[in-house]
């Protein structure tokens, strides 16, 4: 029986894991310094918090338990 989906199996790259993965830059709120980056499941299980939460606070931009979540990097590398 053949698969409905071409990439069915097919092991992907760490290049194009590193594409897909969306990044999470994570800041405290009081100073705005950088904490990290972190994917999506990482930074829930890293702040204790379900990613419904975690979506929320990104899209309104308030901070949570002193961090501040954003999809966009707010500071110079």
Do not use: A, W
């Amino acid at each position: 029986m053949e698969s409905i989906t071409p990439q069915f199996g097919v092991i992907k790259s760490s290049d194009t894991i590193e594409k897909l993965t969306k990044l999470i830059y994570v800041y405290n709120s009081v100073d705005m310094s950088y904490i990290g980056s972190y994917s999506t499941v990482q930074c829930s299980k890293e702040f204790n918090m379900g990613k419904d939460t975690l979506y929320k606070y990104i899209l309104n931009g308030f901070q949570f338990k002193g961090k501040i979540f954003s999809r966009v990097l707010l500071h110079n590398p």
